[in-house]
């Protein structure tokens, strides 16, 4: 789907982020709750090293950075409980969903090579709550 928003952002000639409104001129797009929470899921996965910067190629991993994109999802989750469309909500569960697994399997896989999650203060992972819904939860370093 994003490859797709961005072969017709290439295609339309505007430039990177802008779509050409009803008069052909190049614009921002327009600001909805979707767009809003999508922007901070590529946010979570650029600092998760899914996603490459686009001047150098390079991927990265700042998981600080990924947490935090991931805690302010699930904080407007929270926040906007009852007070959205159904597509939005799904939206927001199915993303805040894969990203969790992909935080896990990201530290998983740099705690198989050099990194250990008692060097955090708090550590990641996907625990089933009393509604048997995948959360995030967080566990202090004692």
């Given at each position: 789907?994003?490859?797709?928003?961005?072969?017709?952002?290439?295609?339309?000639?505007?430039?990177e982020?802008k779509?050409?409104d009803?008069?052909?001129?190049?614009?921002?797009?327009?600001?909805?709750?979707?767009?809003?929470?999508?922007?901070?899921?590529?946010?979570?996965?650029y600092?998760?090293?899914?996603?490459?910067?686009?001047?150098?190629?390079?991927?990265?991993?700042?998981?600080?950075?990924?947490?935090?994109?991931?805690?302010s999802?699930?904080?407007?989750?929270?926040?906007?409980?009852?007070?959205?469309?159904?597509?939005?909500?799904?939206?927001?569960?199915?993303?805040?969903?894969?990203?969790?697994?992909?935080?896990?399997?990201?530290?998983?896989?740099?705690?198989?090579?050099?990194?250990?999650?008692?060097?955090?203060?708090?550590?990641?992972?996907?625990?089933?709550?009393?509604?048997?819904?995948?959360?995030?939860?967080?566990?202090?370093?004692?």
């Amino acid at each position: 789907m994003a490859e797709e928003v961005k072969k017709a952002e290439t295609d339309c000639g505007c430039g990177e982020g802008k779509v050409p409104d009803k008069e052909g001129r190049c614009v921002m797009p327009e600001v909805t709750f979707s767009a809003f929470v999508m922007s901070l899921n590529t946010s979570a996965l650029y600092h998760l090293g899914e996603i490459a910067d686009p001047q150098t190629g390079q991927k990265t991993v700042d998981f600080d950075l990924a947490r935090h994109a991931i805690d302010s999802l699930t904080m407007i989750q929270e926040k906007t409980k009852g007070n959205l469309s159904r597509e939005e909500e799904e939206l927001l569960k199915n993303l805040l969903y894969d990203l969790k697994v992909r935080f896990v399997k990201a530290a998983k896989k740099i705690d198989s090579v050099s990194w250990r999650f008692n060097d955090f203060k708090a550590i990641y992972a996907v625990c089933t709550c009393e509604n048997k819904s995948f959360s995030l939860c967080s566990e202090k370093k004692r």
